[in-house]
């Protein structure tokens, strides 16, 4: 390493950036050849803003098609940044469908994936065909029963292992997981189920909420969670759930992660 290189790496400020997407448009979170992707387009307009080369890495991927209601990742720069003024410009140059809500100073150390505490999803069901909500929601056109999928949801919590519920061939270490919530929620047509846990494997959500479908539909009883879980096999569990009805909606860190000056 040459002294300018070390200089250049003691100088920079690492930032979180906070900011929500609708996924339709993209073959998910991280860069990919040939597909676009929300992590490109960040980066793009950060560079373009900023004038300096520009990697953001983020709390955690989502799958093509998954939204994300709050998402953090961080990036390093060297110059001093008014964090208002570059949110604002951010927000005119991004397309319609990715917002910056704030740029935040935090310790050089902190990262935004290894460092986040907590992650919650949504998964949004319409009981209903509805124009507005389509797109934004699995549209169930023959009601389930609520009331098992939540008796069957409850089973999950203390649960460590979920590989049942992992994309197969990942590239993890380990399938543990700590679930803090899985309830539903019901809203005239409108049904979400929440999940928060410290981490969630690739697919986890979407496939467990594609068992508890099946559980809600009488394909498989509630007492085969426990066999499903058990199992370590994703074969076992059910399909996934599309991923047009589910959203991050909440990474949390440490508040000493964050400078305030």
Known sequence: MTARTFVDMQEKQ????????????????????????????????????????IHVMGAGRT???????????????????????LTFRLNRWL????????????????????????????????LRSDPFKNKYAYVLYREPDVDLMQQAAQLLIGHKDFQCFSRSNTDVK?????LTQARFERNDFDL????????????????IVGTLLDVGYGK?????MERILDSKDRNEAGSSAPARGLYLTQVSYPKELFVHD
Not at 63 to 85: K, S, Y
Not at 106 to 115: D, E, S
Not at 174 to 178: D, V
Not at 194 to 205: D, E, K, P, T
Request: with cysteine; net charge negative; charged share 25%.
């Open 14 to 53: 690492r930032y979180f950036i906070e900011f929500s997407y609708d996924g339709t448009a993209y073959h998910g979170w991280q860069k990919q050849p040939q597909s676009i992707t929300v992590q490109e387009v960040l980066e793009d307009g950060l560079q373009k803003m900023l004038r300096s080369e």
């Open 63 to 85: 799958d093509a098609g998954v939204h994300a209601t709050q998402m953090f990742a961080h990036f390093d720069h060297e110059e001093p940044i008014d964090l208002e003024h």
């Open 95 to 126: 397309p319609l469908d990715i917002s910056v809500f704030a740029v935040h100073k935090v310790n050089p150390k902190a990262h935004a994936r290894f460092h986040a505490t907590s992650r919650s999803y949504e998964y949004r069901f319409h």
């Open 174 to 178: 380990t399938y543990l997981c700590h």
């Open 192 to 207: 979400i189920f929440h999940i928060s846990a410290n981490r969630f494997l690739r697919n986890m959500v979407r496939a």
């Open 220 to 224: 498989i009883q509630i007492d085969d």
